[in-house]
């Protein structure tokens, strides 16, 4: 039985990517207690999955399929930084996504439902839109971290139109996660 720690993100644009880079080397300081995401990994998580059965993969594919069949692209802005699950309890450093539309909202809610079906459970929390910069190796981000964060509480990272999903297998090493895209579905119908 194999299985594949899986998950389900939409790719930024380079343009977002750079200035996301560009702001956590503004935010990082050496032992600073966060291990900060590396730039090529840098993604707009919709569904963590955790281990699927590699034969439960074209499911999962299918299932995204279907639901970005019935959603047109949209705009999401990327905008300022803070902590998660909150400023003074900081476990994720992260930027903020902005969301007019609501369609990435819909997006992930179908994405809960529809993968429930199919026996991945939903999150217990609602979701919350951002995109992840680095966790706290401790319980919490220190103040200086903090402090840093709340300084790019307004610092644009640009807009990009989300056109497409990815479903990405991740593997654990020793130096990290590395990631590989199973499959990229574009928004809209065909």
């Keep these: 039985m194999n299985s594949i720690r899986s998950f ?28 900060w995401v ?3 990994n840098l993604h707009l998580t919709l569904k963590f999955l955790g281990d699927v059965h590699n034969t439960d993969v074209p ?6 399929q279907r639901i970005c069949d019935k959603l047109a692209p ?22 903020g996504v902005v969301d007019e539309t609501e369609s990435l909202t819909t997006l992930v809610s179908q994405l809960e439902l529809q993968l429930a079906k199919l026996g991945f459970k939903p999150e217990a929390r609602d979701y919350r839109p951002h995109l992840t910069l680095g966790r706290a190796k401790a319980r919490r981000a220190n ?17 990009m139109v989300v056109d497409e999903v990815q479903i ?6 020793k130096h990290g996660p590395t990631y590989q895209i199973m ?4 928004l809209g119908p065909r």
């Excluded at 499959?183 to 574009?186: A, G, L, P, Q, V």
């Design 168 to 173: 990405i297998a991740s593997f654990l090493d």
């Design 38 to 40: 590396p730039t090529d």
């Design 183 to 186: 499959d990229s579905i574009e």
């Design 8 to 35: 389900i993100a939409i790719p930024l644009t380079s343009e977002i990517g750079k200035s996301a880079a560009k702001m956590v080397h503004r935010l990082k300081e050496p032992g600073d207690g966060i291990k």
């Design 143 to 159: 103040a200086d971290v903090m402090t840093r964060v709340a300084e790019e509480s307004t610092t644009s990272l640009g807009s």
């Design 74 to 95: 949209f705009d999401l802005d990327f905008y300022g930084a803070g902590g998660l699950p909150s400023a003074d309890r900081a476990r994720v450093i992260h930027a």
């Design 59 to 64: 499911k999962v594919c299918e299932v995204v």
